[in-house]
């Protein structure tokens, strides 16, 4: 399994990496045995799975990082679990500089899974089935550019 940090040409691509000033806008995670990536996106409606070389069509960079899973079948059994799941609105009303009222309306925790912004989705992957990279307590969101400061 691997960690893909991405970016493509989009408008959506370009806001994201504008209000977090990172190079990346997007994360995934790539099951390599099955060929497949787990994506939460808003244009696609929140949690798919895709063929990796329809996904990876998509973006004009992108970066993968090997993660360490040692329960396979129970991970893969995971991201099945989220898939229809919608896409999380108000992670990117925080991305916008207004986490500290986001938080306080909507008591946002960036590891609840009823629905999901990509980075909070691939991030609470690795904390469940690899090696836990934030304290669940310290961030209200993890964005692409978190994910990419500890790769």
């Not at 609840?112 to 669940?136: A, G, L, N, V």
Request: aromatic share 14%; net charge positive.
């Amino acid at each position: 399994m691997h960690l893909v940090l991405c970016r493509s040409n989009a408008i959506g691509s370009w806001f994201i990496r504008a209000m977090t000033l990172g190079r990346w806008s997007h994360s995934a995670i790539l099951d390599t045995e099955e060929g497949e990536v787990y994506d939460t996106s808003f244009l696609h409606g929140g949690c798919k799975i895709w063929n990796s070389t329809t996904f990876f069509a998509r973006y004009k960079e992108f970066r993968k990082i090997e993660l360490q899973v040692e329960d396979l079948s129970s991970a893969r059994i995971w991201l099945n679990n989220q898939l229809g799941k919608p896409y999380d609105w108000t992670a990117t009303l925080a991305l916008s500089g207004i986490t500290g009222v986001v938080n306080l309306i909507f008591g946002r925790n960036w590891q609840r899974d009823d629905k999901w912004f990509c980075s909070e989705h691939t991030e609470t992957f690795i904390t469940r089935f690899s090696r836990p990279r934030f304290r669940t307590d310290a961030l209200s969101r993890v964005t692409p550019k978190h994910q990419d400061m500890l790769a």
